[in-house]
């Protein structure tokens, strides 16, 4: 009876055959330790969500912008301001309740930007921008002093007064004419103003001129954007889903795509992708983009730092993640949630999404038995114990095993993951039975610290190959 190493760890990679690759990383992400660490690579729990804030109704947390020490957020229609204090002041409404909104700021105003027009606040007055001037906004950023806006349904895109986004003027403006392509939102990364559009991307830099932006030589790209709210940027990273179905990554002045064949699959198999809503956020030595698809209720996460992907849900039935959009303030990741108002903490030692279940998911690759039919007699995971506390004293994990490549699953085979301090407890699976194509998945539903390092398989393959099931 041989007893080995299982290839356990991974992302998420089911394919368009489940007999070439099947695997699933659900709430769970890569962790690389090359420090001397008892392995390499395992796999540990994505964040829970923790209260922070309740903006007052139940509405869409749309977006965050961070100016003066202050978190401004727009919730359904209203503008709020937090303090470090986590004190909310109402500031303003603005014309839309849901969709896209982009906030921009300089030394004076906070700029906030709907599909039906702008507004600003000083400090002490929230106005609307009555400047006739201001386009039909299809998107804003900032950049050296100007806050650029495009203009809706054209490859227009207009510059405001420096450092005055209440004053615009109808000649301040520059096309994006590489391929007559609408222009759906300008990003400002790295200081370079990218213009995206639903075909093309043009790329402009600041060249001191009269009209201070022209097109970087080389800055032209003929990938588009499928969902204008699936543009995220951090640190001069920048992410999106494509006008191909793809997710895609700024290098240099040209896109990569990030989505492995598995991951476009999936993505070819939601019903709507136009209304996908992403976002990038940082949390210990992780730079992560989640891109959630609303119509179908799916959350995919890439791991920019390890190049992973896993997937995210939230509730028993694996519905999308209920996070909109995130923040860093006050030393914390503030995501928004997209339908109740709450503005919560994405905390690593929470397990639950404000006490709904996240279910953590794990199937590896098949085994390969060389078409022997092979008897396991036991699995066994490496992972960390004793994790049960006061609310979950005896928490729990659960085997299914597939025998057809990940087609079909055998019965949930509960066993225990320790009460708190049974540091040796040893979680073991015997009397597998027989197959070709032996699959493990684990389930942990239990609100508690997730960390699953390797696993084990003992098993005895029989002769020859010929073997009837």
Known sequence: ????????????????????????????????????????????????????????????????????????????????????????????????????????SDAGYLAIFDGTGGWTFDGATFAAITDVDLPTPSGATYQDGYHIVGRANTDEFYLSTADNPTAWSATTFASVEGDGDYLLAPISVNRQLWL????????????????????????????????????????????????????????????????????????????????????????????????????????????????????????????????????????????????????YEYNLAAYSDDGVTKRAIRAAQPLKTNGNRTFFSSFELDMEVGVGDVTTADPQIALQISKDGGHTWGPERWKSMGAQGEYTRRVRWTRLGAGRNFMARVIISDPVKRCIISAFLEGNAEGGGNDQP
């Open 1 to 104: 009876m041989a007893k080995f190493e299982l290839p356990f760890i991974g992302g998420a990679y089911t394919g368009r055959s489940t007999n070439l690759n099947a695997q699933v990383c659900q709430n769970l992400y890569m962790e690389i330790d090359q420090t001397g660490a008892k392995s390499i690579i395992a796999l540990v729990g994505t964040p829970g969500t923790t209260p922070w804030a309740d903006v007052g109704s139940a509405v869409e947390v749309r977006g965050f912008h961070v100016s003066r020490g202050y978190l401004y957020v727009v919730a359904g229609n209203t503008v709020y301001r937090y303090d470090t204090s986590v004190v909310r002041t109402s500031i303003g409404t603005i014309g839309t309740s849901t969709g896209w909104v982009d906030m921009t």
């Open 196 to 343: 995206i559009g639903e075909r093309t991307i043009e790329i402009w830099y600041n060249s001191g001129a009269t009209f201070p932006f022209e097109r970087n030589p080389g800055g032209f790209v003929r990938i588009g954007c499928n969902a204008k709210r699936s543009i995220a940027t951090y640190q001069g990273e920048l992410m999106f889903l494509s006008d191909r179905n793809q997710v895609v990554r700024a290098q240099g002045l040209q896109l990569g795509p990030v989505s492995t064949y598995q991951i476009d699959y999936l993505i070819s198999t939601m019903v709507s992708v136009s209304d996908a809503v992403g976002f990038m956020y940082a949390q210990e030595g992780h730079v992560f983009y989640e891109l959630s698809f609303p119509t179908d209720s799916k959350t995919i996460c890439f791991d920019l730092t390890t190049g992973v992907w896993h997937t995210r849900a939230s509730g028993a039935s694996d519905l999308r993640s209920p996070a909109n959009c995130a923040v860093w303030f006050n030393n914390k990741v503030l995501v928004g949630h997209y339908n109740n108002g709450q503005i």
